[in-house]
């Protein structure tokens, strides 16, 4: 089955304590991206990857780094979490970074963090 | 800058009735692309419509219908008979030639009532 994957679907930690969300996608799609969803703000970017090594800003990057060592994969990493960082979070991909309906975002079924 | 605006924050509506969700968007590009997702208390995301710049014909999908009204800048969403699973949080969303992203609006949280 065609799917992003992302782990873990609930965490709760501190304040400080690194932690790692995983994403991976068995579509061999080219691009992919994180977002954080906050009550009345929707859905906005952190990071996104238009191919492997290939890396850049979203709208919201303060606090979160990326790597995409590896096409299906694209990890979230929270070198020191803070309360505002609490959300839920979102990995995405679609075949390439264009704007046509063929690059549907697929989103995994999304992580629920909370930072005490 | 691109952006998206839904100016419901909930509807109510009876089962069985045709809804419509509204969406207007702003960008300065002329080739974009707009996309519905629905997302569900289970919290997923689930894609529904999508509707190009250029494309000639408002968009279907079985009871989904996209309202496009180019000159406007609006793509409203438009589900017929609805069904309690439609209780649900829709998103509009835009992607732009330019922009590496999906920009979403704030939402719209539709009950269906029995």
């Known amino acids: 089955e065609a799917q992003v994957t992302q782990n873990p679907r609930y965490l709760i930690t501190v304040t400080g304590k690194k932690l790692t969300v995983t994403c991976s996608q068995n579509m061999n799609h080219e691009y992919m991206s994180w977002y954080r969803q906050d009550p009345g703000l929707g859905l906005r970017q952190i990071y996104y990857s238009m191919n492997v090594e290939v890396t850049d800003k979203g709208d919201v990057p303060e606090g979160y780094k990326v790597s995409r060592k590896e096409k299906r994969n694209f990890p979230l990493i929270l070198e020191s979490p803070s309360p505002n960082q609490t959300s839920l979070y979102f990995c995405?991909?679609?075949?390439?970074?264009?704007?046509?309906?063929?690059?549907?975002?697929?989103f995994g079924a999304g992580s629920r963090l909370t930072v005490l | 800058a691109q952006k998206i605006t839904q100016t419901q924050p909930g509807m109510f509506v009876q089962e069985k009735e045709a809804v419509t969700l509204d969406c207007t968007y702003d960008?300065?590009?002329?080739?974009?692309?707009l996309f519905w997702y629905k997302q569900p208390s289970s919290g997923e995301m689930i894609f529904l419509i999508y509707q190009g710049s250029y494309d000639q014909q408002n968009a279907t999908e079985g009871r989904y219908s996209l309202n496009f009204q180019k000159a406007r800048k609006s793509a409203n969403l438009v589900i017929s008979a609805s069904q309690l699973g439609d209780s649900a949080m829709y998103f509009c969303a835009m992607r732009d030639t330019g922009a590496q992203k999906l920009v979403f609006g704030q939402g719209t949280r539709l009950t269906i009532n029995p």
């Open positions: 995405a991909s679609s075949l390439t970074g264009g704007r046509s309906g063929a690059n549907v975002l697929t």
């Open positions: 960008t300065s590009d002329p080739s974009y692309g």
